[in-house]
Structures are given as C-alpha cells and as structure tokens.
C-alpha cells in the first residue's frame, strides 16, 4: 500500500482547464494490473469516479464526462495527470487519486479545488 499525493490549483476560473497531478512515491504507476484512478466529491454530494488510466497506458472515462476528461501519465517520475476543460463552478469539489486491482486500496488525501471567477 502506498499514499498518493494530488497537486495542482486551488482555484480556477470557469472555462479554465482543470489539470491535477497525482504523484505515487513509493511505488510504481506501470505495476501490472494495477489501475490509476480520479475520484471527485461536491460540496454536499455523493462521490464521482472521474476516469482512470491502467498500467498499460489504456484510459476510461466516466461517460458523463464524455469529452472533458483526459489523462495522461509519467512513468519517469511515477506520476499520472488528470485534465477537465470547461470548467463551471459544479466542478467545485474535493478532488481524490487511487489506484487498485480489484478495488481502490491506495488513496491521496484529496485537494479542495474551486472554480470561481
């Protein structure tokens, strides 16, 4: 088990992309099996799986977030990057990275990201 770590903005405005960087420390994003994923949560609302991209580099996408969502990784520095464009205040929420087989055992902490103009 290892602890992720999210990075990026803390306030954006709408419009904006939304990119956020998780970082693994102490293991390996290309591990077999394992898959990469974003887990977001409103202010008052259920949890959202975002999207998540596997060991082999192949990425799925929550269909609601069909074509907004994108992400990416760097295997040299055993990070993966989550990107959400048009950005309106709903997407206001804490922001969570995890990784697992068969469910997500390995999570951030999550980062409170909010967008405001």
């Known amino acids: 088990q290892v602890q992720l770590q999210e990075s990026g903005p803390g306030l954006v405005k709408p419009s904006e992309t939304l990119s956020l960087t998780c970082t693994v420390p102490?293991?390996?994003?290309?591990?077999?099996?394992?898959?990469w994923g974003w887990i977001r949560q409103p202010p008052g609302k259920e949890p959202e799986w975002m999207g998540a991209?596997?060991?082999?580099?192949?990425?799925y996408y929550n269909p609601s977030l069909k074509g907004r969502t994108s992400i990416s990784r760097d295997t040299s520095k055993n990070q993966f990057t989550r990107q959400l464009s048009s950005d309106a205040p709903r997407d206001t929420a804490v922001y969570y990275c995890?990784?697992?087989?068969?469910?997500?055992?390995?999570w951030g902490q999550g980062t409170q990201v909010t967008v405001s103009s």
């Open positions: 995890a990784g697992g087989r068969q469910s997500w055992s390995d």
């Open positions: 102490g293991g390996s994003i290309t591990t077999n099996s394992v898959v």
């Open positions: 991209i596997a060991a082999s580099g192949t990425t």
